[in-house]
């Protein structure tokens, strides 16, 4: 039987930035995040008795090579769990603006962990989606769940994600700012590793993230978007330090990126909250109110174009239904 799941990508609000075990994916802390409405994946699975190796198929595109086999050894799992042995068909969509460079494992992995469970028979409860969807990708514990979302160190069991506040109808928005330079790519597997092995500031992240924990739950249920901004403004840089003083050294950002962060620096000494974020690519992402958005844009399009900014608002949770999309 078919089945299809639709998964939202999520911005880390605080990141999970290094693994406790990498072997079970595991993180050294919680990480905190909002689930967005603009971008997503649908993905669509199958067993099928006939088949006789797994087949993907990625916006339309037979895809073989790694790709393939990151999707084999996850539904290896799912295969291990349900007791079954067929291969699958998988068939992902993703739904982000073109060029944005925005694909994200979150979704992707999340929209898996749905469809592929399903399919092969298990009915899991979203906790239990969520722990499988760590395994194949740290971000997407939290995808499971719409609105803002924790995911927690533990163990196999207790490391898992869950929803912190999932209807997030207040005023909050988080625009993309789609950064277009070329740069060497290291993925946020590779970097964090390094990052955790190697710089003398990661003992002082994780102190310091772990302080930011429950001051960024309280500003959640509040519905407080500067101390939520200013948390997060905080704790990408903090990340994005421990790059910059890893052995040797990496970065992410580039001009343009800190071009746009010190352009919020700006606004809010003009009194207008607007704070930064930005994980293992140069976008940066801002955290606003709706009502500032053409001030803000206005400060953007000095930078950038206006086809570089998507906003986005909080999203749902996982959607999970039999059949094709
Ligand atoms: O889930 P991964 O392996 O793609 O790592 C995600 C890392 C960050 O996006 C930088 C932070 C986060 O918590 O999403």
Redesign the pocket.
């Known amino acids: 039987m078919h089945f299809t799941a639709r998964a939202h990508t999520?911005?880390?609000l605080?990141?999970?930035?290094g693994k406790a075990d990498t072997a079970i994916?595991t993180?050294t802390t919680t990480?905190i995040?909002l689930t967005l409405d603009e971008f997503y994946t649908d993905t669509t699975v199958w067993f099928d008795e006939s088949l006789t190796a797994d087949k993907f198929i990625l916006d339309n595109e037979i895809i073989t090579g790694h790709a393939l086999q990151k999707v084999s050894r996850f539904l290896n799992i799912v295969r291990q769990q349900a007791g079954i042995a067929s291969y699958a068909s998988v068939i992902s969509t993703n739904h982000v603006p073109t060029a944005a460079g925005l694909a994200?494992?979150?979704s992707a992995?999340a929209a898996l962990a749905g469809a592929a469970s399903k399919a092969a028979g298990l009915d899991l409860t979203l906790t239990e989606l969520s722990r499988l969807a760590r395994q194949g990708?740290?971000?997407?514990?939290?995808s499971i769940f719409g609105g803002f979302a924790q995911?927690t160190p533990g163990n196999d069991l207790t490391s898992v994600g869950s929803p912190l506040l999932a209807d997030a109808d207040w005023p909050i928005q988080l625009m993309t700012v789609v950064i277009n330079d070329q740069q060497k790519e290291v993925?946020?597997?590779a970097?964090?590793q390094h990052a955790m092995t190697t710089s003398p500031f990661y003992d002082l992240w994780v102190k310091t993230a772990n302080e930011q924990v429950n001051q960024m739950i309280t500003a959640i249920h509040e519905h407080d978007l500067m101390t939520i901004g200013q948390i997060a403004e905080a704790n990408a840089l903090q990340?994005h330090a421990t790059n910059m003083t890893a052995v040797p050294p990496f970065n992410y950002l580039t001009d343009k990126s800190w071009e746009v962060i010190l352009m919020a620096q700006e606004l809010r000494q003009k009194g207008i909250p607007v704070y930064a974020t930005?994980?293992?690519g140069p976008n940066v992402k801002l955290i606003s109110n709706p009502a500032d958005t053409e001030v803000i844009k206005e400060a953007l399009l000095a930078i950038v174009s206006d086809n570089q900014v998507i906003n986005a608002h909080p999203g749902p949770g996982i959607q999970i239904n039999a059949g094709d999309s």
Do not use: V
Request: glycine share 10%.
């Open positions: 999520n911005i880390a605080l990141k999970y930035w994916i993180p990480s995040s994200s494992s979150a992995f990708s740290g971000s997407a514990t939290r995911w993925g946020s597997r970097g964090m990340m930005m994980d293992a």
